[in-house]
């Protein structure tokens, strides 16, 4: 079965770039989005397709995917943006999530 | 705008079946537009998708729960359903329904519902 490589933490001075991977086979042939989930709420969508924002999401949030690597980019982070990240692909038929990211925003 | 809302029972008791209702306000299910998803996850854990079912009624399963799942849809009340059998401790979960958008976002859960949290427990 296909798999979703996440690191477990990322931090992130206020204000600065903050980069999250999504590593996997050849990701960059699939289709990978990426969810926001805060504590106690339900994930929300916030790159689909690589690198496109739903309606409601800050420019801020960006996306890209080649090789073996997707990366969600968040500049100028704020303190809102602190929340678990996760990153979903299809394979088969099937949904695939990655394990999760905790970015933290110091 | 579409909203959608879990509901059933808090608590199951293990080798029991888990069933689970989610309500889809705001639009119709039988649109076409979209597949309509179920995706749990454990306390502390990360996201496992468990299945998504079409308005006409063809369903897919995450393999790996494939012999326990049943997912069906109700399009007279606008409501799709999961029924997980055979239910052990390793099933607690918070259990989301999702909408998934097949065409213009490939497959993004683009809305969720709030989450119910569903214990396995004597």
């Known amino acids: 079965s296909y798999e979703l490589t996440q690191p477990l933490s990322v931090s992130v001075a206020l204000g600065q770039t903050a980069r999250i991977t999504c590593g996997g086979n050849n990701i960059g042939s699939k289709n990978v989005h990426w969810y926001q989930q805060k504590p106690g709420q339900a994930p929300v969508l916030v790159i689909y397709?690589?690198?496109n924002r739903p309606s409601g999401i800050p420019e801020r949030f960006s996306g890209s995917n080649s090789g073996n690597t997707a990366t969600l980019t968040i500049s100028r982070a704020q303190a809102g943006d602190e929340a678990d990240y996760y990153c979903q692909v299809w394979d088969s038929s099937t949904a695939v999530f990655g394990g999760g990211t905790k970015l933290t925003v110091l | 705008q579409v909203q959608l809302q879990e509901s059933g029972p808090g608590l199951v008791k293990p080798s029991q079946t888990l069933s689970l209702t989610c309500t889809v306000s705001g639009g119709s299910i039988s649109s076409g537009d979209y597949y309509w998803s179920w995706i749990r996850q454990p306390p502390g854990k990360g996201l496992e998708w468990i299945g998504y079912i079409y308005y006409s009624g063809s369903t897919y399963y995450n393999p790996s729960l494939k012999s326990r799942v049943t997912i069906s849809v109700d399009t007279s009340k606008n409501q799709f359903s999961l029924k997980l059998s055979s239910v052990t401790a390793a099933d607690t979960a918070v259990y989301y329904c999702a909408r998934v958008v097949p065409a213009a976002m490939v497959g993004a859960f683009d809305i969720w519902g709030q989450g119910t949290m569903v214990t396995v427990s004597s």
């Open positions: 397709r690589d690198s």
